[in-house]
């Protein structure tokens, strides 16, 4: 009973994520796995996703120190980034990932650097975002996953 | 079936738990396709090393079924994990990427992936992947069924097979083999035995490969089977089914390099020295689909620019059985440029495209159908085997002589490339004759696949004169330009005196015909696709076909070039030559070919003729 105000309210939240574009279709594609076996595959999924890519944001703030830069490794380790933000759904930062790739193509630093500052917002927004969302889907229980709203 | 089946691991049930090894650098990545794998009822291994991967396929081959991997990884390039297990195992791969550039799913294809995954992968994508596995195991049988055996897909391979055809796979792989010969296991060797249990798979190193094609050389093409190959070869732990299996893909391979060899002799056109065109055999990888090459403008540029005169090995991928597999090298079975050959009088290399019999053009005389391999590689491109463009056209076959032994290919002058078409072209209908181009087509004619080179390099050592000394393996051809190895018109298949050569490509007798091997292109098939895998090369470089018409036949004496090579069947198949038909002695051989070319490669492992399988 009690819980029916928190599914409201995590049910909200959930749409929210979708309908600001933090989150896309990939991101339900995750919810269908979940399942008895794996009643919270979706957030282990995102909490591998922050701990693996925090490695690569570091990598990357380092090669952006570097005069000059080297765009091809930029490249690289932004492909890399690509490739996890995209397997979880996370859409804006997937969306700033591609725009700084398009400046490493040409050669253009300053938009590098900038478009970099910004992804990395965008990162973090999302992180808290779906850490309280968890927090919120974990209180209501497991018995929510199969109750979540697809 | 049998109530035994049901319990092993869901054979019976294919493809509920297929056998999918996983490979991403890539934690999260990794983990979702493993837990998407999952649901779709799969036996998943997950791995984020592809070093890893590889020790685990080397351990056991038929621990699995099929692989996916990441294209971008640390420690090693996706494409060449891609390369190794194609060659060595011989299993279907799938590679996965966030990057769907037109090019680097190209380069997957022509590398030999059988499918390309944009990530992030859904799980509807992965429900169909056991498609892959199902149409390699068919494919494996249909081939070794036919030819020596006619075992319409016995046993085992049936069940798979039989799906399209009942649509119940349990049932009838349970109807077929009993025994539970698991067709995946089995992967070709089923031929023989349906009730085998599961046999450990082969590897085809190089020298097993080239001690293959000696034996089916010297038995002639058409004669080749498993049977007295396994006698010839005399290895031990060797079965029947090995060979049976190994035969089929090689046929395959001879049938998708004539195809190539066709239209690349009919790019070759003049003969000229040097500088032939190179036919650039783009390797289909087995894809099974040709379209390989074609693709990249930049193949041909590369290819063509930098041909040297030499005639370029083209590194006729063969079907898995060219034995390339099992070389770790990328592709390298490129028979090499031959650019780089300093040989001026090899210049035939390659091209021993050998046309299966009947091709009226004997191949390869003098064809010397430069594949120009190296410069695929260089240039990164893979060859393909694609549109060669014709440049100079001037195929060079090697046919004469020491190639010839070699049998070239004939390649016909066929718009190159047929290959995408299809290996029909090469196969076997020797009748077609190449006729085309004068470069006689080595083998290609009908399609035969042109020789492999495969059997390049076994027929190197047959051939006799060997020019380049030819080093057992295919040497890569460093052929000199183009030059086509004599005219001997060979031809593949006994008729050779019927076919006329056309043009056998007048290898100048100078031009030892070292090994040319000629890398068509990979035509072949995913299965076979072994080789051309290699980024760097996969073969071909451009063919050079010496001016067929330049060459001069022989006179009409196939004898030249006698090699029977590999009628029909596409086989290049260097044989001997029965009469000591002229083939000049320049020709080198196509080991010597094969090796120059290799060397050139810069050591490519790979096989030029050699063909490591």
């Not at chain 2, 060997?466 to 183009?482: E, L, R």
Request: proline residues 5%; aromatic residues 6%.
């Amino acid at each position: 009973m009690e819980r029916n105000p928190m599914r409201r309210q995590l049910a909200s939240m959930r749409k929210s994520l979708f309908d600001q574009g933090y989150l896309d279709e990939q991101f339900m594609e995750l919810e269908q796995l979940l399942d008895d076996a794996n009643p919270n595959f979706v957030e282990e999924v995102v909490t591998l996703y922050y701990r693996d890519s925090a490695r690569l944001i570091l990598n990357l703030d380092r090669a952006l120190e570097r005069r000059p830069l080297d765009f091809s490794k930029l490249d690289g380790l932004m492909h890399q980034f690509k490739g996890s933000s995209s397997s979880i759904g996370a859409k804006k930062v997937k969306a700033e990932s591609t725009l700084f790739r398009e400046y490493c193509k040409s050669g253009n630093a300053e938009g590098c650097m900038r478009t970099f500052q910004q992804l990395k917002k965008e990162y973090a927004t999302l992180r808290k975002k779906l850490e309280t969302y968890f927090q919120l889907a974990r209180q209501i229980g497991p018995m929510e996953s199969a109750n979540r709203p697809k | 079936m049998t109530v035994e089946q049901i319990g092993s691991e869901g054979k019976d049930q294919f493809p509920i738990g297929m056998r999918v090894l996983a490979v991403d650098d890539d934690p999260t990545c990794l983990l979702l396709l493993g837990t998407l794998l999952r649901r779709c009822q799969y036996h998943v291994t997950t791995t984020s090393q592809a070093k890893t991967a590889l020790k685990m396929l080397r351990e056991n081959k038929n621990k699995f079924d099929l692989v996916i991997s990441d294209v971008h990884m640390p420690d090693m390039d996706g494409f060449k994990l891609l390369e190794h297990v194609g060659l060595e195992m011989d299993l279907p791969v799938i590679m996965l990427s966030a990057n769907g550039d037109t090019k680097l799913v190209m380069k997957g294809i022509t590398h030999g992936a059988c499918d390309y995954l944009l990530k992030p992968v859904r799980i509807e994508e992965l429900q169909n992947i056991w498609q892959h596995v199902v149409r390699r195991k068919k494919k494996d049988r249909c081939n070794s069924g036919s030819k020596d055996k006619p075992h319409p897909d016995s046993g085992e391979a049936v069940g798979i097979g039989n799906v399209d055809n009942n649509g119940k796979l349990n049932k009838k792989r349970k109807d077929q083999n009993e025994d539970e010969d698991d067709e995946r296991d089995e992967n070709g060797h089923d031929n023989e035995d349906p009730s085998a249990q599961k046999k450990p798979r082969v590897v085809w190193s190089v020298e097993l490969h080239r001690k293959f094609v000696a034996a089916v050389n010297q038995l002639g093409i058409d004669k080749a089977v498993p049977k007295k190959i396994l006698e010839l070869m005399n290895v031990e732990k060797l079965t029947r089914e090995n060979v049976a299996s190994h035969l089929q893909k090689f046929r395959l391979y001879l049938k998708r390099i004539s195809c190539v060899a066709n239209q690349q002799a009919n790019m070759a056109a003049a003969l000229g020295t040097a500088d032939s065109a190179y036919l650039r055999m783009g390797s289909l990888n087995g894809l099974g689909n040709f379209h390989t090459l074609a693709g990249s403008d930049q193949l041909h540029n590369a290819a063509f620019r930098s041909f040297p005169p030499s005639g370029v090995l083209g590194r006729l991928n063969t079907p898995a059985g060219l034995g390339i597999r099992g070389l770790p090298s990328p592709g390298t079975i490129q028979l090499g440029h031959v650019q780089n050959s300093g040989n001026p009088t090899n210049d035939l290399s390659k091209l021993q495209s050998f046309v299966p019999g009947n091709h009226n053009t004997n191949i390869l005389q003098g064809m010397p159908m430069s594949l120009e391999l190296d410069r695929l590689q260089h240039n990164k491109s893979v060859g393909h085997i694609g549109e060669l463009p014709t440049t100079d056209s001037t195929t060079v076959f090697p046919g004469s002589g020491n190639l010839v032994d070699a049998r070239i290919t004939g390649f016909s002058n066929n718009p190159l490339l047929g290959v995408t078409s299809n290996s029909l072209m090469l196969e076997g209908s020797s009748q077609q004759a190449t006729s085309h181009t004068s470069v006689s087509a080595i083998g290609f004619q009908n399609g035969n696949a042109l020789s492999d080179f495969t059997s390049i390099a076994p027929a190197s050592n047959q051939l006799q004169d060997s020019k380049a000394g030819s080093q057992g393996q295919a040497s890569p051809i460093n052929c000199n330009a183009g030059q086509i190895i004599r005219s001997a018109p060979q031809e593949w298949n006994a008729p050779r005196k019927d076919a006329p050569y056309q043009s056998h490509a007048l290898i100048n007798s100078s031009i030892p015909i070292n090994s040319a091997m000629i890398q068509l292109g990979q035509c072949l098939d995913r299965n076979n696709s072994i080789f051309h895998r290699t980024t760097d090369l996969d073969l071909v470089g451009p063919l050079n076909f010496v001016d067929p018409l330049s060459i001069k036949h022989g006179e009409g004496d196939n004898s030249i070039m006698e090699p029977s090579v590999i009628e029909k069947e596409g086989y290049l198949m260097f044989q001997p030559r029965p009469h000591g038909s002229h083939v000049p002695d320049n020709i080198g051989s196509l080991e010597d070919l094969a090796s120059a070319m290799m060397k050139q490669e810069g050591g490519c492992n790979g096989y030029s003729l050699r063909t490591s399988i």
